[in-house]
């Protein structure tokens, strides 16, 4: 359970809940590894058996083994990170909101080096992301602004294909069994 902590102020963690127990864990990234995760525990995504905390004020992802929770270092160079998908093995993208918390990307991440290897420019404020074959979609609300845009990115070539205009403020992705993607927005407020 990912644990955002206090806005600007405080440093987020993480909580386990053992379903068979029915018991929670409170701090388990910090108990293991003797440091606080950082300001904000934005969201956490398990990938080939790690775990990828994104700490959007610290602009950092904390990889951590699943199993133990062991931190394996850090993944730095991001701007308000929100979320983390695996491409394969070895890639891995992050959606931001970037500088002011509009302008927003997605980074290319060697999952081996921890290296930001591209910047992919997305609409305003990225978030969610889904992959269907080689392609991810990508809900761009606006971040501290607004926008309407789904953007498209060919993972062969960590290029953008084209952006898809849909309804105000984009933020949930899921597929459903047909491959079809249901986008959620949160709408325009005044």
């Not at 405080?10 to 606080?36: A, D, H, L, M, V």
């Not at 700490?55 to 951590?64: F, L, Q, R, S």
């Not at 606006?142 to 290029?159: A, C, L, P, Q, W």
């Not at 294909?161 to 597929?175: E, F, M």
């Amino acid at each position: 359970i990912v644990n955002e902590g206090a806005f600007m102020t405080g440093t987020g963690t993480i909580s386990f809940y053992s379903r068979s127990t029915g018991q929670i864990t409170n701090n388990i990234f910090e108990s293991k590894n003797s440091y606080p995760i950082g300001n904000i525990a934005q969201s956490m995504t398990v990938h080939n058996g790690k775990g990828y905390i994104i700490v959007n004020n610290a602009g950092k992802i904390e990889t951590v083994n699943i199993n133990t929770f062991e931190a394996s270092g850090p993944i730095n160079g991001l701007t308000m990170p929100r979320y983390f998908l695996g491409i394969n093995n070895n890639i891995g993208y992050v959606s931001e909101w970037g500088t002011g918390g509009i302008q927003g990307a997605v980074k290319v991440i060697d999952l081996n080096t921890k290296a930001v290897l591209q910047t992919i420019v997305t609409g305003k404020g990225a978030e969610q992301m889904v992959k269907v074959g080689d392609y991810v979609y990508v809900a761009c609300g606006g971040g501290f602004d607004t926008d309407s845009v789904i953007t498209v990115i060919n993972t062969t070539n960590h290029s953008v294909v084209t952006n898809i205009t849909v309804g105000a403020n984009p933020y949930y992705l899921k597929t459903d069994s047909n491959d079809n993607i249901w986008v959620l927005c949160k709408g325009k407020w005044n």
